[in-house]
């Protein structure tokens, strides 16, 4: 068998996920009050305005603050901080294996 050593790649072969979103607390807020679905394919924000809810694989796609943090599988972690620009900034996401 062929050892193939990869520089600068970070690979598992466990089931675990993880994601992050990097947004403004505007924008978080905007995600708390409706303004803003997550989009779990693109890990990022995007307007509700923006989207049609048509099918059930769009419910999986857009999801609401509650729908994205009512997970019973993935924890979730947020963690709020000041740019050096001095905007403030939420980082947020999922985690977990089956």
Known sequence: ???????????????STHSIC???EEEYEGFKNGKYYYDD??????PSNSVTIESDE???QYLTFKDF???DYLDGYKKEFTSP???????FG???HD
Request: proline share 0%; hydrophobic share 30%.
């Open 94 to 96: 999922k985690y977990g």
């Open 1 to 15: 068998m062929k050892e193939t050593i990869r520089f600068n790649v970070f690979e598992t072969n466990s089931s």
């Open 69 to 71: 943090w009512d997970d």
């Open 22 to 24: 990097i947004c403004t």
């Open 85 to 91: 620009s001095g905007d403030k900034m939420v980082a």
């Open 58 to 60: 769009d419910k999986w």
């Open 41 to 46: 394919y693109e890990d990022t924000l995007v």
